[in-house]
């Protein structure tokens, strides 16, 4: 199978990941566009979409999944990142080194287990290397299982475990994957980018 990936410019693809996560029911919050511009506008940033065909219409094409990966420096000035930052102290290594952070993505139900999210990391680790990034972090939950799951497959390790004070499902957990030069050789997709401004 080859994989269709569309590269967005700023802000036509926050609107896009605006639209895409409505169909999300399993996102408490869901994120608008001008959050997505916001948090991405001074910084190097990604944003990937998949798209594949309709069931019923297969000459129809539809955004499946997204994925939108940025830069993290160790002197972030917006609350949240600050706040990352510094609970990666220890667990990721800042000096010096280029930071990417795995911010959000997912796949709709109908098309998942297709392997579109790993065609857009392997995409993203694609874009990562060109741009001298050294390592991908990523934050998650215990109660999410699906993407534990998928981040083991795409060989994420854990760097640290932040217990919840009453609900282990709570309980956040912390993973990275480092970028060597060679990691490209190991991917698995066949994939086809449009870049759409
Ligand atoms: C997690 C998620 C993004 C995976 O997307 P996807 O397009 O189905 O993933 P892929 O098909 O590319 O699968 C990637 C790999 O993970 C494996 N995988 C996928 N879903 C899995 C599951 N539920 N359990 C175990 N392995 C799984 C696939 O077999 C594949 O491995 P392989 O390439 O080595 O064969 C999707 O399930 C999702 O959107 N879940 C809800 C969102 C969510 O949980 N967000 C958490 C917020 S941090």
């Known amino acids: 199978m080859e994989y269709l990936i569309k590269q967005y410019a700023l802000e036509p693809g926050a609107l896009e990941i605006q639209y895409i996560e409505e169909h999300f029911g399993e996102f408490p919050r869901r994120k608008t566009a001008a959050e997505i511009i916001d948090r991405?506008?001074?910084?190097?940033?990604?944003?990937?979409?998949a798209e594949a065909s309709l069931q019923d219409d297969p000459g129809a094409l539809v955004p499946v999944s997204y994925k939108i990966v940025h830069e993290i420096r160790v002197d972030e000035s917006i609350p949240k990142l600050r706040d990352l930052v510094g609970r990666l102290s220890g667990a990721v290594r800042f000096d010096g080194r280029r930071i990417l952070y795995?911010?959000?993505?997912?796949?709709?139900?109908?098309?998942r287990g297709q392997g579109h999210f790993r065609a857009l990391t392997e995409e993203s680790e694609v874009w990562a290397l060109a741009a001298g990034f050294e390592e991908v972090v990523v934050k998650t939950?215990?109660?999410?299982?699906?993407?534990?799951?998928?981040?083991?497959?795409?060989?994420?390790?854990?760097?640290?475990?932040?217990?919840?004070?009453?609900?282990?499902?709570?309980?956040k957990v912390y993973l990275s994957k480092l970028l060597p030069a060679e990691l490209a050789r190991r991917h698995r997709s066949v994939r086809t980018v449009v870049y759409s401004e």
Do not use: C
């Open 40 to 49: 991405l506008r001074d910084r190097e940033s990604l944003i990937l979409m």
């Open 102 to 111: 795995s911010w959000i993505g997912g796949t709709r139900r109908d098309w």
């Open 141 to 171: 939950k215990n109660r999410y299982y699906d993407m534990r799951a998928v981040l083991a497959q795409l060989h994420f390790n854990v760097v640290k475990h932040e217990p919840h004070a009453t609900d282990t499902a709570e309980s």
